[in-house]
Structures are given as C-alpha cells and as structure tokens.
C-alpha cells in the first residue's frame, strides 16, 4: 500500500518549453504533498508543499512563477516547469502523506522521481 | 531550527561486515527521525523512523537504529552487510512524522564482495 506514481520518469526537451511533472497517491487520498529537488549527487531539497484546493508553500529562494504548484485533487499534485532553462535540469521528487487534514502523524511516501533534461 | 548532519559521504564495507552510518541531529524541540534508502534513479524508500517511542528501532531489510538524545545521534546499523545494500542512504529530520523534511547530505555505501 501506499503507492505514489510519478510521471513521467524522463524528459529531455528544449530550452524555452514548459515541462509538467505529474504525482499521484495509487492507493491512498493525500491533502498533502512535497515536491523536492535532487541535483546529482546532492541531497533532497523541498522545493513546496503542495496543499489540496489551496496555494502551496514555497521554500525561500524558490521561485513560485518558475515553478508552478496545482493540488486539485487529493490525488494529484503537479509541477509545472516554466520557460525551462539547462539550469533547472535536475532530479524531481515528490512525496504524498497518507491521509487527509489533521494526518501529521503519517509518514511520507515517496515516488520514484522524474529526471528533467533541458538542451 | 532543525538540521541533520550525516558523517561520511561514503562508506565502503566488505560483504558480512558491519554497516554503520552516521547520523546527528540539531532540534531544539523533540525530533521525528528517518532513515531513507534511495537506489540509483529512484525515489527514496523509508527503512525505518524513530517517533519517540523505542529508542532502538528495527527497520527493513535487516536494519536498526538507535535514538541517543544524548549524543543527538540516530545512527544506522546492519550487522552484515550484503550486495544489495549498495545505495545513497540519507537521515532526515522533522518537528511530527508527516512534517516537512529536512534531509542529511546522504552517504554512499559501497559493498564489495
């Protein structure tokens, strides 16, 4: 149990495009879930914490107009990537709390990531 | 503020050899604690979690850790190693289990036959 989907698990496309990134709890409603940044070699960072039917939060120094959060459902987050660049190529992760609100006790499921490469 | 420090970005042990894996902690207030497995290419797996119950925790695939508040250590432990250990392993911290986290540097271990 407690399967998160990401897709899609690679993409490579040119430098000005949009690339959205999709991140569904399987088997489980989530009103919360993390969208983190991997960089070869590095640790995780948060980027946001995706909040269904409401903004998410974003972490300092990233950009909100860049990096575009939708929880429309307490099943699917998404990342949208805007006008990307070869700077935001990266590994992106994200992350689904089993449960709905008041949940805080649940731990965190994680998918299995998406690398975004831009030329 | 919370932090993680994980000492040693890589470990290398010979197959049937104890794995230690380092990990300390800075919260000012009683802290969630994590362990993640990540293969190359994938999202990260949790092995176990400390949430202020048994100090020493038992995970999967044969590993534990123990909570010393006062060392502020979580260190990872396996008492012999195998092939399919090999993997970035990293601590994480956060104020309740479903909370944010904030994640050590991670540390790669090698496992040679």
């Known amino acids: 149990g407690a399967v998160v989907s990401q897709h899609p698990s690679w993409v490579i496309c040119k430098s000005g495009t949009s690339v959205k990134i999709e991140c569904r709890s399987l088997?489980?409603?989530?009103?919360?879930m993390f969208w983190y940044r991997q960089f070869p070699k590095q640790s995780l960072m948060l980027m946001a914490t995706s909040n269904e039917g409401s903004k998410a939060t974003y972490e300092q120094g990233v950009e909100k107009d860049k990096f575009l959060i939708n929880h429309a459902s307490l099943t699917l987050s998404t990342l949208t990537v805007t006008s990307a660049h070869p700077e935001d190529s990266s590994f992106y992760i994200c992350s689904a709390r089993v449960g709905v609100r008041g949940a805080g006790n649940q731990p965190q499921h994680f998918g299995d990531g998406t690398r975004l490469s831009i030329l | 503020a919370q932090s993680v420090t994980q000492l040693g970005s890589h470990v290398s042990v010979s197959e049937g050899a104890l794995v230690l894996l380092r990990c300390n902690y800075s919260?000012?207030?009683?802290?969630?604690l994590f362990w993640y497995v990540q293969y190359p290419n994938q999202g990260l797996q949790l092995l176990l979690k400390y949430t202020s119950a048994a100090t020493l925790v038992k995970g999967i695939n044969g590993f534990e850790a123990e909570f010393k508040k006062s060392e502020t250590s979580f260190h990872l432990t396996k008492p012999s190693a195998h092939m399919s250990d090999a993997a970035e392993y990293f601590c994480a911290v956060s104020l309740y289990q479903g909370g944010k986290l904030i994640f050590g540097q991670g540390t790669e271990l090698s496992v040679k036959p």
């Open positions: 919260s000012s207030v009683p802290p969630y």
């Open positions: 088997d489980f409603q989530a009103t919360t």
